[in-house]
């Protein structure tokens, strides 16, 4: 258990509401990321982040923003939510003694946009 | 660059047989590479990581995984296949030269244990 905790854990919301995930960890981690899971595609990265204030994009970023403003807290936010966004989101961390980019992950959110 | 391809993406097996999962890759640095497993509804799970301390990898849950660098794959194996094996399957690249340890996942394999 590498202490991650993500919230809400399900959510129903109508296309083009605003969507704020959260991911906490406790074990002052550097490195997390936000990933979205799809039927066929296996896990693809949203975005991550190297430290408080530090993000960047992964290779589906287009609708999604982040933020990290506490090292134990990692926000994604859908601005205007899609129906195509309708996936379920694991956030993962890296272990602060990992040399070898292992990833932890936490229990997922399940999203559907009507 | 990385990437990473599953070769099948359903595997079936009856219990008790052995069990094998296929996984190519591509990185342009030495990768690390893993494999994760994921049961119905649940998150994913770490299986077992190649590090490149030794070409064969023992994981939990009496899994196994051979590196061989002259064929870029990472095959899965399991000697004897139980009903609780039955989950989905993600093998996963890591480029040491990756920045911030950005992972590339393969679609997944969808393993299902007969009786």
């Known amino acids: 258990d590498a202490g991650i905790t993500q919230s809400p854990r399900h959510k129903v919301t109508e296309t083009g509401t605003p969507v704020t995930l959260r991911c906490h960890q406790t074990?002052?981690?550097?490195?997390m990321y936000w990933y979205r899971q799809d039927p066929g595609h296996g896990l693809r990265l949203i975005h991550y982040?190297?430290?408080?204030?530090?993000?960047d994009k992964g290779e589906v970023s287009d609708g999604y923003s982040v933020s990290r403003s506490k090292t134990e807290d990692f926000l994604l936010t859908l601005e205007s939510a899609t129906s195509s966004q309708t996936s379920v989101y694991f956030c993962a961390i890296r272990p602060r003694d990992s040399s070898y980019n292992e990833q932890f992950f936490g229990p997922g959110t399940r999203l559907t946009v009507l | 660059a990385q990437s990473v391809t599953q070769l099948d993406s359903h595997v079936s097996v009856s219990e008790g047989t052995p069990v094998l999962l296929r996984c190519n890759y591509s990185?342009?640095?030495?990768?690390?590479l893993f494999w994760y497993v994921q049961h119905p509804n649940k998150g994913l799970q770490l299986l077992l990581k190649?590090?490149?301390?030794?070409?064969l990898v023992k994981g939990i849950n009496g899994f196994e995984a051979e590196f061989k660098k002259s064929e870029t794959s990472f095959h899965l194996t399991k000697p004897s296949a139980h009903m609780s094996d039955a989950a989905e399957y993600f093998c996963v690249v890591s480029d040491a030269g990756t920045n911030a340890g950005k992972s590339t996942f393969g679609d997944g394999t969808t393993l299902t244990v007969k009786p």
């Open positions: 190649y590090t490149s301390a030794a070409t």
């Open positions: 990185s342009s640095y030495s990768p690390s």
């Open positions: 074990e002052n981690h550097r490195y």
């Open positions: 982040s190297y430290g408080v204030k530090d993000t």
